[in-house]
C-alpha cells in the first residue's frame, strides 16, 4: 500500500477517536495536571487513607469494617466531587454523570457497610485472598510505576485517588468481604471497570488495561471462589 494511502487511512483513524470522544489525549492529561497542582497534598492524605483500610482489615477488630466501609465511601465521594464535578466535567459533560454515579458508590458502603453493618472484611487465605491482594498491590505500587514507564510523568497523571487506579483497590478490598456480599457495592466498581478502561484503548492510558482485567478477575474469583462466611471473629479464613 502506498505511503499517501496509509497516512490517509492513520488520520482517518486519529480523526475517528477524536470523534468518539470528546475531548484529545493532550486535554485528558492535563485535567490530570491541574488536579495534581490543585489538590496537593491530598494525594498523600489519599495514600494514607488506603494504607489505613490495609490496617483495619488485619487488626482483627469487630468494628474494623465499618471503618473500611467509612474510608472507601470517603474514597469515592472524593472522586465524585474532587475530581469529575471539579476538573474532569471542565472537558467532558459526562462527568456530571460520571460523578453522580460515583456518588451512589460511596452512599452504598455507607448504607450497607455503616448503616445496615452487611459488610464484614477479614483475612483471607488461598487464591480469593491473594487475588484480592495482587489487585490492592497493583493499585497502589504497580498502576503508578507502569504509568511512569509509559512516560506518563507527575503531574499530568493519575494518581491515587482518582477513578482509575481507585477502583482497582476497591475491587481488591472487597475480594476480602465476607458473604452475603452486598450486590449494590459491587455494581459501581464494576461499571467503572468497563467504562473506564476505554482510556486504555482512546486515549493510551496503558496502565488501565488493568482496569478492565481487574473487573474481570473480581467477578471470577467472586464466582469460582465464595467468600467465607460472615462470623464475629475476624481471623483468617481459608477460602
Not at 111 to 137: Q, S, T, Y
Request: charged share 10%; aromatic share 14%.
Amino acid at each position: 500500500m502506498p505511503r499517501v494511502a496509509r497516512g490517509h487511512i492513520n488520520e482517518q483513524r486519529a480523526t475517528s477517536n477524536e470523534q468518539r470522544m470528546p475531548f484529545t489525549p493532550e486535554q485528558f492529561f492535563a485535567v490530570f495536571a491541574r488536579y495534581n497542582a490543585g489538590m496537593w497534598p491530598m494525594q498523600v492524605v489519599l495514600n494514607a487513607v488506603a494504607i489505613v483500610i490495609l490496617a483495619f482489615l488485619y487488626s482483627g477488630r469487630e468494628w474494623s469494617s465499618r471503618q473500611i466501609s467509612k474510608l472507601l465511601a470517603l474514597l469515592w465521594a472524593w472522586m465524585a466531587i474532587g475530581y469529575h464535578f471539579f476538573h474532569f466535567s471542565g472537558i467532558n459533560p459526562a462527568a456530571w454523570l460520571f460523578g453522580a454515579v460515583f456518588l451512589l458508590g460511596a452512599f452504598a458502603f455507607v448504607w450497607f457497610g455503616v448503616v445496615k453493618d452487611k459488610l464484614v472484611f477479614r483475612p483471607v487465605a488461598g487464591a480469593r485472598g491473594v487475588a484480592g491482594a495482587v489487585l490492592i498491590a497493583f493499585a497502589l505500587v504497580l498502576y503508578p510505576a507502569i504509568g511512569y514507564l509509559a512516560g506518563h510523568r507527575y503531574p499530568a497523571a493519575p494518581t491515587f485517588g482518582l477513578p482509575c487506579p481507585t477502583t482497582i483497590f476497591t475491587l481488591g478490598v472487597l475480594l476480602f468481604a465476607a458473604h452475603p456480599l452486598p450486590r449494590w457495592v459491587v455494581v459501581v466498581p464494576l461499571l467503572w471497570a468497563a467504562v473506564g478502561s476505554v482510556a486504555a484503548f482512546q486515549l493510551g492510558v496503558i496502565e488501565d488495561l488493568a482496569l478492565l482485567a481487574a473487573g474481570i478477575v473480581a467477578i471470577v474469583v467472586m464466582l469460582v471462589w465464595p467468600a467465607p462466611q460472615r462470623r464475629i471473629s475476624m481471623g483468617v479464613e481459608q477460602g
